[in-house]
């Protein structure tokens, strides 16, 4: 089973139920796709998401039938609701009224210093973080003309001048993100901003694209940022169905060790030593471990020439052999089994291994 590797050290904020940054682990979160005043669709999206894993998740609010529905849409979800809103000051007022968990808003695109003020007192009246989200795509005139083009170091600036707005009004639940759709430039913007400051950090690479092309690409910038131990929640972007996103970004926490509930399938990629049609068994178990909250590994091989000794770190195995399988734990058989029956002798052991988990 694996560790937990999580090295950033940020300052603790609250959102909802969850303490997001410090030594705490890394949340997933998503946005909905539905129109947020449609309050039926979107809780029933919601619903689906926290089915598949997400811990945090985010609203459009554009308009004033959208922050009206907050209120609504929170009393029938049970994971923290983030509220996104640009420029309007009275949207965040009715959101946070309604009863979001933390806001998105750049403090320095509210406008006058008494509609800052009015948002800030608001949010600390209420107890909530407010989320800086800086786009690489939308920064600020003055950064831009200073840069000549979207750069980490104009970003990073660009975040300091929300951060400082907030801080000037002792406002300090904060939490930044960094986005861009082009993976080094966003790499080097949490990394710069990590040095930078102490608060939170949201990771996500925006407008990456399609279920393939864009998992793809969040796996490189976010995987890239989480083996540096930056991080505190995280959104894999996707033109796709939002659970999509949740499977993807669960992927990716298993590859660092920071998932402390979901199970790992290893899987060989096949050859002509092959003895059991293993790519149809693979998924059938990557399938079944999906709603296993433990983080146990599950090997799957197609024999046994390697088979085990290669899945060694696996608590739970099978490999083919003709007409059978060996099932192993952490590198050394177990028993045969024959082929009709050893995946479910698989699950059968895989239950067992993770009850065991639990009753530590
Ligand atoms: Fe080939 Fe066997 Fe290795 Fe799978 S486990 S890749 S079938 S040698």
């Not at 080094?184 to 279920?211: C, M, R, W």
């Amino acid at each position: 089973m694996s560790e937990i590797i999580h090295r950033s050290k940020t300052r603790p904020v609250r959102v909802g139920n969850l303490t997001i940054g410090g030594s705490n682990e890394l949340f997933i979160q998503s946005m909905t796709t539905t129109k947020t005043h449609d309050v039926e669709a979107t809780v029933a999206e919601i619903l689906r998401l926290e089915e598949a894993g997400c811990q945090v998740v985010r609203v459009a609010c554009p308009d004033e039938r959208a922050a009206y529905s907050i209120g609504e849409i929170k009393k029938r979800i049970n994971i923290p609701l983030v509220v996104d809103i640009h420029f309007d000051y009275k949207l965040a007022l009715i959101a946070i009224e309604q009863g979001a968990d933390k806001i998105r808003i750049n403090p320095g695109n509210i406008g006058r210093k008494e509609k800052v003020e009015a948002v800030v007192n608001a949010a600390k009246a209420k107890g909530i973080p407010i989320r800086i989200g800086v786009n690489a795509g939308s920064l600020e005139k003055k950064i831009l003309e200073k840069y000549g083009y979207p750069t980490a170091d104009g970003m990073v600036e660009s975040a300091l001048h929300h951060i400082k707005i907030l801080e000037d009004l002792d406002f300090h639940d904060i939490i930044v993100s960094m986005k861009a759709s082009d993976v080094n430039l966003a790499v080097e913007a949490y990394k710069k901003a990590s040095q930078a400051f102490d608060y939170p950090l949201h990771l996500g690479i925006t407008e990456s694209g399609t279920l393939f092309a864009g998992s793809i690409k969040s796996a490189a910038g976010l995987g890239t940022l989480l083996s540096m131990g930056i991080g505190n929640t995280l959104r894999v972007s996707l033109s796709a169905d939002p659970v999509e996103e949740i499977k993807v970004a669960r992927e990716l926490l298993k590859v660092f060790g920071l998932s402390s509930n979901a199970a790992t399938l290893i899987s060989c990629p096949t050859c002509g030593r092959i003895e059991i049609d293993l790519i149809s068994i693979a998924n059938e178990v990557e399938e079944y471990i999906s709603n296993i909250k433990a983080p146990i590994k599950v090997a799957v091989l197609g024999c046994a020439v390697n088979g085990p000794g290669e899945a060694r770190e696996a608590d739970i195995g099978i490999a083919g052999a003709r007409g059978e399988g060996l099932l192993f734990r952490k590198g050394k058989t177990v028993r045969k089994v024959p082929e009709e029956t050893m995946v479910e002798e698989l699950k059968i052991e895989i239950d067992k291994i993770a009850a065991e988990y639990f009753a530590q």
